[in-house]
């Protein structure tokens, strides 16, 4: 314990989390200020990140958003520091990517993460201030919040990102829930704000809440980073300047009230067992909704019962063979495509049930009655119909007689397999203080401080001691947890109903607003508002910072702790072992099969193929003792729970990291990945192997699999942002000479592809599931028409809303099965012929022998080499795809999207090792980084809400993305503009962006990007094996080399890049130009991008266009 401490501080007298009894030590020591009540508390994550996290207590005072516009306002400016950018730069010159925070229903957090603690250093006091006194000015609320533009519409940050959530399916469920069960209090309020609401804020209604909420030293600062590199003095001293001035300025009064005091515990009982509310929500595609059953749990301070309640609700979903998911989810019919839970930890905590991808019933009816007629009903009676799962509370009913068919059979079975996920869970502890201490440190700490019960970070540090509590616990314990909590308990039902016409309703309301208040503006007001608007501009430009002599100098590196680690490799005939030694109480493996020679038509069933490959049955032919075989077969949830046992982690994806529709890099390359102890290594490459030689997929199981993909991909397709991104992909891999297409996993998995393929496969299971036999080889498609004709069946799923609405012919269910086995015959062949194997671990002298007996054939002996060496064919790198002298603009309009999204994709191939990468990177982060000049050009006037351009290795492409514009059009001449300027400051002699100081700043953020990606042990491993795939080499001597070409990179270099990739945004013959919208905005949208300054001509494509034409 230290003896003295820096003026003016004192230890906490709150009791701190120790290290004794089976506690996991955070290194935390708390301090206050004892003039203003500021707490400051350290904790321990080692590696070279530090990180502040400034917490303030916050509560919404009605649908405004008061505190999210705060959040927004307070990096602007400060009293000490006035100009906007002054805080954002200063951060990015000390090894970071800015500043950034975070609005929760009950608390706001401002965030800092610097490599090294020096820029912690500098930082901090300059952040805190910008946190207590903000200058808060008209113009940064109009700019930031909302003003309206010369056309009378809509523009500010905050209005541009509410405005693309507050009908959203998440969002309105969010609302429904908390108002329902916390009604009367301040959880019911939407802390964002709505925008009808945040239209009508002012500037002194959020300068008064400031007042009320931050000067009174009701806040808390977390400082976490490497033991040995912080020193708690030089912190605490450095925020005593601006703590003094806030002990000179404080607003307490006698009266004072800290938010959440009035909140009372426990919370008065609810009027009714069951609330119900039923909830549209705008979606082109009206086939699946969500359910959402939430109840109050303990309170905030009971710990013990909280991690109880984790454990339970991890028991019943956390994977494909648990109890609630093999009932509801992993069956041939589904109830949902996706179970989950979460335990949000507000004063009374609630303990919330997610239900997505529930299909909807033609004659669903609503009902917002609170009666409770179905809850006694057996789940045994469920029909394999989901017929009216959302609709007088079926569904709801259907869980909670599941949980009371879990309490009346309770007994061993279900006590050893609690035993097995509290194991799994004590793993994930351990593996997340590995890779994410930062994060799980300060998500323990958060409530602690915004509602100061118990003991600091006992949530965390007493975790393992409960489990080990847990373990003795008998089936009566789980059961009274049960019915206190969940069976027992009045609860909330909220049921999520998709419809397709309540996004035109909405955009009808929106015009007609627009069209009202054009009409009472006039003329006159118009012109008013565009003169107001330029004056807007004039004032947010003059408060920016000017002087680069403001700022200290770039900091040194060197005093950046690593995180150590050293690489060796083994090459084996064709295959590489690349093994990471590095300091980790796990085994972190990757193993990687090549998709050479796969065929065209299998590509497209690789989705399914990875969801199906660990978890389905295995039929395994053994010897028996008279010298004779017979069949073995494992059913699919036992091959899961074995997973389970021997992988803490683990996915196959197509791809590093890939998803289900979206391969990652290296796309034609299947990764199996996970993350194990070193004593399951074995037994988990056992299993993959067997999965790859004996998996067998059953029909019902590809039925209920199939449905849930098809519901995955719905949801994923109602997302504005996530279609932008992933049609510009799929139209550059369509692009070519001659237009010729290749072969790609990246087309044949994308959702657009998927669509076909889907409806296509469950077409022709509706056509098994009739009565109909599978269509045989021979079978023509004239004889399947007309026996369509006859039937009266529909080709495709279930699908009568209009939405997707494609002719797709079905594919019979033998036809999937057979190319799924093509598909796993493949990987089988791949995996005995030429792996890669990239390894992680503290002890790696076995790992390579252990991969070698489960996987390689023979006895062949290895050498050490290095990548540089390896064959051509080694290397994962893929040619991208190049868009050369064509181009395509597309605009795509989907129901329920209340925002616009533009995506630009250019040709440009520079991976890491190229003359131009590291240019190229300076370049990128001087334009994207938070007031950088792309960042203050659309963002920083109100125009959207994001804004950036990257280089796109994997694509080989540079990409500038804006997203939740609310004038996509305006937004893209602001970019054009931008680079003109630019151009134009290279051919003079000012240079306003591109000075020596935003070189160093941009450097100084790559700087950072590079600690990132090498923050922890789990990063390490991840990073060195894209570096590899790449051909490039991953080590110390790298991260020497890339300083030295890093500080190689100057002005000519800077103009070179910009004149060669840049300037291609503009040209309207080699690019793609996506643009995805609501419905009704189509052609003004269109009309206003034909005609402005830079034309864009877009043509239209519907979602079900595109599934013909990708």
């Keep these: 314990m230290r003896d003295t401490l820096p003026a003016g501080f004192s230890r906490s007298v709150r009791k701190v989390a120790d290290a004794a009894r089976e506690k996991i030590d955070l290194g935390l020591q708390s301090y206050i200020h004892d003039a203003t009540g500021v707490r400051i508390i350290f904790y321990s994550a080692p590696g070279p990140l530090c990180a502040v996290t400034i917490v303030v207590p916050t509560e919404a005072v009605d649908n405004s958003g008061h505190p999210h516009c705060l959040e927004h306002l307070l990096f602007l400016g400060s009293e000490k520091h006035p100009h906007r950018g002054y805080l954002d730069t200063l951060a990015a010159r000390c090894f970071s990517d800015g500043t950034n925070a975070w609005t929760a229903e009950d608390h706001t957090a401002y965030t800092y993460r610097c490599a ?130 806030l002990a000179k300025s404080l607003t307490r009064s006698a009266h004072f009230k800290a938010p959440w005091s009035d909140f009372e515990v426990p919370q008065p009982p609810l009027t009714q067992p069951v609330t119900r509310k039923t909830v549209p929500f705008p979606s082109a595609d009206e086939q699946f909704g969500s359910c959402i059953l939430a109840w109050r749990g303990p309170l905030l301070s009971d710990v013990k019962a909280i991690l109880a309640l984790t454990v339970f609700t991890r028991y019943l979903v956390e994977t494909a063979a648990s109890p609630m998911n093999q009932q509801f989810v992993e069956r041939a019919n589904p109830l949902c495509n996706a179970l989950s839970f979460e335990l949000y930890k507000f004063k009374q905590t609630a303990i919330v049930m997610y239900a997505s991808g529930v299909p909807l019933a033609d004659d669903m009816e609503a009902d917002d009655g609170s009666s409770d007629e179905n809850d006694n009903e057996h789940l045994a009676d469920v029909s394999e119909s989901a017929s009216n799962l959302l609709s007088h509370g079926r569904l709801g009913g259907l869980v909670l007689s599941f949980l009371e068919k879990c309490a009346a059979e309770a007994g061993a079975e279900m006590l050893a397999a609690l035993k097995r996920t ?55 314990d789980w059961i009274v947890l049960l019915r206190t909590y969940l069976i027992d308990a009045p609860r909330v039902e909220v049921y999520m109903i998709p419809d397709a016409h309540l996004g035109q309703q909405l955009s009808a309301e929106e015009n007609h607003e627009l069209e009202s208040r054009r009409q009472q503006l006039g003329k006159e007001g118009l012109e008013r508002l565009e003169m107001d608007a330029e004056e807007l501009a004039k004032e947010i430009e003059a408060a920016r910072v000017r002087s680069d002599h403001l700022y200290p100098s770039v900091l040194s590196s060197l005093t950046i702790p690593r995180v150590p680690y050293s690489i060796s490799r083994y090459q084996q005939h064709r295959s590489l072992f690349q093994v990471v030694q590095m300091d980790t109480a796990f085994v972190h493996l990757y193993i990687c099969l090549s998709m050479d020679g796969l065929a065209p038509e299998l590509r497209s069933y690789l989705p399914l193929f990875l969801e199906l490959l660990f978890a389905c049955d295995l039929e395994m032919n053994l010897d028996d003792r008279n010298g004779g075989t017979y069949v073995q077969t494992i059913k699919w949830e036992k091959v899961v729970e074995q997973f389970a046992e021997s992988a803490l982690y683990m996915s196959a994806s197509a791809g590093i990291s890939g998803t289900s529709f979206s391969p990652g890099p290296a796309p034609d390359c299947l990764f199996i990945s996970a ?201 994962l790198r893929q040619t991208p795809r190049s868009i050369g002298a064509q181009s395509a603009s597309l605009i795509v309009p989907i129901a329920g999207v209340e925002s616009n999204y533009f995506n630009v994709f250019v040709d440009c191939a520079v991976p890491k090792g190229h003359p131009d990468y590291f240019a190229l990177e300076v370049l990128t982060e001087a334009l994207s980084r938070t007031e950088g000049a792309l960042y203050d050009a659309v963002r920083g006037t109100g125009l959207a809400y994001g804004a950036a351009v990257y280089n796109r290795i994997w694509n080989g492409k540079l990409v500038l993305s804006v997203s939740e514009s609310v004038d996509p059009c305006r937004a893209w001449r602001a970019v054009c503009a931008l680079l003109h300027e630019i151009e134009s400051e290279f051919r003079g002699a000012s240079l306003r962006h591109f000075s020596q100081s935003s070189l160093d700043t941009a450097r100084s953020c790559v700087t950072f990007n590079m600690h990132d990606a090498k923050r922890n042990v789990s990063a390490i491993f991840k990073s060195t094996l894209r570096s590899s795939v790449l051909g490039l080499s991953s080590s110390v001597e790298e991260e020497l080399a890339f300083g030295r070409a890093l500080d190689s990179v100057d002005l000519p270099a800077i103009q070179r890049v910009f004149a060669k990739y840049m300037n291609k945004l503009c040209d309207r013959n080699s690019r793609v130009f996506v643009v995805v919208c609501r419905p009704d905005a189509v052609d003004s949208i269109m009309n206003d991008f034909r005609s402005c300054e830079h034309p864009v001509e877009l043509e239209r494509r519907d979602l079900s266009d595109l599934a013909y034409q990708i």
């Design 422 to 476: 509290m194991k799994r869970y004590r793993l994930s502890i351990l593996e997340g203080l590995e890779s994410s201490k930062h994060d799980m440190i300060s998500e323990v700490l958060i409530p602690d401080v915004v509602y100061s019960e118990g003991e600091l970070g006992a949530a965390l540090a007493d975790s393992l001691a409960f489990l080990s509590e847990f373990e003795a616990y008998a089936a009566s």
């Design 116 to 245: 090294g603690p020096d820029g912690l250093l500098q930082v901090l006091p300059v952040f805190v201030d910008h946190v207590i006194f903000p200058t808060l000015t008209d113009a940064q609320f109009a700019n930031e919040v909302h003003y309206l533009m010369g056309d009378g519409k809509h523009a500010g940050v905050v209005y541009c990102e509410m405005q693309s959530r507050e009908n959203s399916e998440g969002d309105l469920g969010e609302r429904a829930w908390r108002s329902a069960l916390f009604p009367g209090t301040s959880l019911e309020k939407d802390t964002g704000g709505l925008t009808a609401d945040i239209a009508k804020l002012t500037n002194e209604q959020v300068c008064e809440y400031h007042r009320a909420n931050y000067q009174s030293g009701n806040f808390a600062i977390l400082v976490g980073g490497d033991a040995g590199a912080i020193d708690v003095d030089l912190v605490l001293n450095c925020t005593i300047p601006v703590l003094e001035r």
């Design 675 to 875: 993350v194990s102890q070193p004593e399951h290594v074995p037994e988990f490459l056992d299993r993959v192997r067997q999965s790859l030689c004996f998996g067998k997929v059953a029909e019902d199981r590809l039925q209920g699999v199939c449905k849930n993909m098809y519901g995955e991909l719905i949801e994923e397709l109602r997302d504005g942002d996530g279609v932008a991104d992933a049609l510009a992909v799929a139209v550059c891999e369509t692009l070519g000479p001659g237009g010729e297409t290749r072969t790609s996993s990246v087309l044949a998995m994308c959702l657009f592809s998927q669509i076909r393929t889907l409806k296509a496969i469950l077409a022709g299971m509706a056509r098994t599931m009739s009565g109909d036999d599978d269509v045989s080889e021979g079978t023509d498609k004239q004889a399947m028409d007309d026996e369509d004709e006859e039937t009266g069946s529909e080709s495709g799923s279930e699908d009568d809303s209009g939405f997707l609405d494609i002719d797709v012919e079905p594919v019979p269910v033998s036809e999937v099965l057979r190319n799924l086995e093509l598909l796993r015959v493949h990987f089988q062949i791949r995996s005995e012929a030429d792996p890669l194997f990239h390894v992680g671990a503290k002890d790696t002298k076995q790992l390579v022998d252990v991969c070698q007996r489960a996987f390689l054939s023979g006895n062949e002996s290895r050498s050490t080499c290095r990548i540089q060496d390896l064959p051509a064919e080694m290397c």
